[in-house]
């Protein structure tokens, strides 16, 4: 059993996870989302900024949360990638600086994959072969997963905007804020999801042969935004409702049938749309009927945080992974084939 202290900075949450073994002992997020809001997404320099100065403070709320001190600490692992690289950069010098401190080894570790592992703390659960669908504001992909740590297998992404990229236009096109994940979730819970049949993008027959696991939601965001412009007159929570079915609906459809063609009869989804209550109740419902098991982490961890990172590194850890350099680098356009650094 590993003490691993884990560092996310690869957007706009500064966040330090602590984790023994499977252990989660501590999560500390600091976020400057609100400094982003007026902008309508998330500005590179700002959050590299916000980051630099709420490192030290977040590690020591992590420290003090877990009841250990930086001595006690057997490993550091932080997110080197993918990322905004400006603030990749903070996260993996900070990280770097302590294990040349501490004199302790450095893993870093892929954000995507991170997600994932975030699924492992207190369980039991056993690391067999399962189909992930992981979705968040920059990625939407469907991944087939035999070792987290050395063979993920990328089956389908998105091939233009990413399912929570999608919901933040459409959140500003409706006029209801930044980040527009937890506000359209709040809205749909007020309307009708079958109000307005927007298109499910990548799924016709001609697709289907093409992009049988991949996303788009280019399409369905202009047919929103047209919905709307022709539509004075409509109900915020109809349009609400309606486009979160479109987005949740293809999701599912191609994990399960991902499942279904593999014969892996475990779905783990994971990244900050897995938040989303639609997303998690309809799956529930599906999973059921195909006897299909399910696993997604509470809300708290499937958005961005530092016990996903520490998760993954505790488990390089246990599978003898040899560390990281220190003073790695970062790499903001990271493939899943990167797990480890």
Not at 29 to 49: L, N
Request: proline residues 4%; hydrophobic residues 45%.
């Amino acid at each position: 059993m590993a003490l691993v202290l884990g560092i996310e900075t690869s957007c706009d949450e500064t966040a330090v996870g602590i984790v023994d073994g499977r252990k989660l002992l501590a999560n500390v997020i600091s976020s400057s989302v609100d400094q982003h809001a007026r902008f309508g997404g998330v500005v590179p320099e700002v959050a590299s900024r916000a980051h630099l100065e709420a490192m030290p403070q977040v590690i020591k709320q992590a420290l003090n949360d877990a009841g250990v001190n930086l001595k006690d600490i057997d490993a550091v692992a932080v997110t080197a990638g993918p990322g905004l690289i400006g603030a990749l950069l903070i996260g993996v010098s900070s990280a770097s600086a302590l294990a040349l401190a501490l004199d302790k080894p450095l893993y870093g570790v892929n954000h995507l994959s991170a997600h994932i592992a975030v699924d492992q703390l207190d369980s039991d659960k056993k690391s067999v072969p399962t189909i992930s669908l992981l979705v968040s504001g920059g990625h939407s992909s469907i991944l087939k997963v035999n070792n987290l740590a050395t063979d993920v297998e990328v089956m389908g992404s998105t091939i233009d905007d990413a399912a929570g990229e999608a919901f933040d236009k459409i959140a500003r096109v409706m006029g209801l804020g930044f980040p527009g994940g937890p506000v359209i979730d709040k809205q749909a819970q007020l309307g009708d999801p079958n109000f307005v049949e927007f298109p499910r993008g990548l799924t016709s027959p001609a697709d289907q042969s093409i992009h049988q696991y991949n996303f788009s939601f280019s399409g369905l965001k202009t047919a929103v935004a047209r919905y709307i412009a022709q539509t004075p007159d409509h109900k915020k929570a109809d349009v609400a409702a309606s486009f979160q079915e479109a987005v949740v609906d293809v999701l599912l459809s191609k994990s399960l049938a991902a499942c279904q063609e593999s014969g892996i009869d475990n779905l783990v989804i994971a990244g900050g749309v897995a938040a989303n209550s639609r997303l998690r109740s309809l799956a529930s419902q599906r999973c059921e009927k195909l006897k299909i098991n399910l696993s997604i982490p509470p809300g708290n961890l499937c958005t961005d945080n530092g016990a996903m990172v520490a998760a993954l590194g505790s488990m390089a850890i246990a599978q003898g992974i040899r560390p990281s350099q220190i003073g790695l680098g970062a790499d903001s356009a990271a493939s899943m084939s990167r797990v480890i650094w």
